[in-house]
């Protein structure tokens, strides 16, 4: 299949992929087969990954967790191999992503321990490129998981670092929303401690920087009014505790472009 031309086999494989429910003439099985060879020859085509991504949504429908489990360790060892050759902008988001994937195959298995480690890889590789700001995200998201698992005092730590990368890290659009959310974290997490004050200082300080009348403003807006009442905090849209490891895996459509 395209001896020499990987991109375009690629793209035809991730349509397969796509395709397959309706195509009884392919299994999974072996379709992955050919994926998997494809992955083998060119290792470092930056089209390969694709099809291996609709691949992990397939079994993941197909409930067959261990499979997609297995696929997606190959996307994460594919995308690891480029950004190492390529570390460019490109790369360092394909490695990304492909870890946020497999977290994603993890978190579905209830496999906590491989889901943080994808999570310190995501953080080693970001600082390795000199993004602290993907750094500051991926130890946002640790903290995260300990706000959630109840650890208060190691998620108020890791946002805190979170807090002070984004500092370091300088102003613009992008920085400002993100410094805003991990501060909102350390609000929530003020509040599950019973410190009212504290979380409304941070909520205060998340302010700062947003854009006014933005969806995100309205949202910190209506924890701080929330803390202040004394009231549950809201539910949000766009301030979610945990981010990482989130895909849904749903179906694409036939028609859906896969350029």
């Known amino acids: 299949m395209a001896e020499d031309d990987p991109d375009t086999a690629a793209k035809l494989l991730q349509f397969l992929w796509v395709l397959?429910?309706?195509?009884?003439?392919?299994?999974?099985?072996?379709?992955?087969?050919?994926?998997?060879?494809?992955?083998?020859?060119?290792?470092?085509?930056?089209?390969?990954?694709?099809?291996?991504?609709?691949?992990?949504?397939?079994?993941?429908?197909?409930?067959?967790?261990?499979?997609?489990?297995?696929?997606?360790?190959?996307?994460?060892?594919?995308?690891?191999?480029?950004?190492?050759?390529?570390?460019?902008?490109?790369?360092?988001?394909?490695?990304?992503?492909?870890?946020?994937?497999?977290?994603?195959?993890?978190?579905?298995?209830?496999?906590?321990?491989?889901?943080?480690?994808?999570?310190?890889?995501?953080?080693?590789?970001?600082?390795?490129?000199?993004?602290?700001?993907?750094?500051?995200?991926?130890?946002r998201e640790l903290g995260a998981l300990d706000l959630l698992a109840g650890d208060l005092d190691a998620a108020v730590a890791k946002f805190s670092r979170a807090e002070q990368l984004y500092l370091e890290n300088g102003e613009d659009a992008e920085t400002s929303s993100e410094l805003a959310e991990c501060r909102v974290l350390l609000g929530r997490t003020a509040l599950a401690r019973g410190d009212r004050d504290t979380a409304l200082v941070h909520f205060a300080r998340a302010l700062d920087g947003v854009t006014c009348g933005s969806t995100l403003a309205r949202e910190v807006e209506r924890l701080r009014d929330a803390a202040q009442r004394g009231q549950a905090l809201p539910d949000t849209t766009v301030l979610r505790i945990g981010e990482f490891g989130t895909v849904t895996f749903e179906r694409p459509s036939p028609t859906t472009s896969t350029t």
């Open 20 to 139: 397959l429910p309706n195509n009884p003439e392919l299994t999974k099985d072996e379709l992955r087969s050919v994926t998997f060879d494809l992955a083998d020859r060119f290792p470092f085509s930056r089209s390969v990954p694709l099809p291996l991504r609709e691949a992990v949504g397939a079994y993941v429908r197909a409930e067959d967790l261990t499979t997609a489990t297995e696929v997606a360790t190959r996307m994460v060892t594919l995308a690891r191999a480029l950004c190492r050759e390529e570390p460019t902008e490109d790369t360092l988001h394909s490695h990304a992503f492909a870890l946020d994937t497999l977290a994603s195959v993890y978190r579905l298995r209830g496999m906590t321990e491989q889901f943080t480690a994808c999570l310190v890889e995501l953080i080693d590789v970001q600082f390795e490129h000199a993004n602290p700001c993907g750094a500051a995200w991926g130890v």
